[in-house]
Every structure is written in structure tokens, then in C-alpha cells.
């Protein structure tokens, strides 16, 4: 997952301004104890801090994978 797709899946999951108040605030612990926006200036890949915020968030499984990327090949 790139960046790019990173921030698009925040925004459509979460909506803009909630989504960056996340990624700000949100203690993640499956990260270090980090928010999403420490862990992504660690180096943490925006896959990983995607899961541990839809994991804290309670995302449902299905909008976990789709979201910010193309649909997969058939």
C-alpha cells in the first residue's frame, strides 16, 4: 500500500477531518504505543499502521483490504 492509497483509505473509511484527528491522537498499541502519524515517521509501511487502526477502530474485515487500492484481478 502506498501513501497515497493510505490517505485515500483513511478518508473514505474515517471522512477527512476525523480520519487526520486518528491518525494524530489514536494511540495504537499493535504499533509501539504509537499514534498512526509516529509510527508513519518511523518508517512503519502504511499497510501496517492501516491494519492497526482499522484493528483498534473496529472496522469491519470487509473494508479492511479494498479500500485505497484497485480492485484485485480476477
Do not use: Q
Not at 23 to 29: C, F, K, M
Not at 36 to 46: I, M, S
Amino acid at each position: 500500500m502506498k501513501l497515497s492509497e493510505f490517505r485515500l483509505a483513511v478518508a473514505e473509511e474515517f471522512g477527512e477531518a476525523y480520519g487526520r484527528s486518528l491518525l494524530r491522537d489514536l494511540v495504537l498499541p499493535a504499533l509501539a504505543n504509537r499514534t498512526g502519524d509516529e509510527a508513519l515517521e518511523a518508517g512503519t509501511a502504511p499497510r501496517a499502521v492501516w491494519l492497526a487502526l482499522c484493528e483498534e477502530t473496529d472496522v469491519p474485515l470487509s473494508h479492511r483490504h479494498g479500500a485505497g487500492l484497485r480492485e484485485p484481478r480476477r
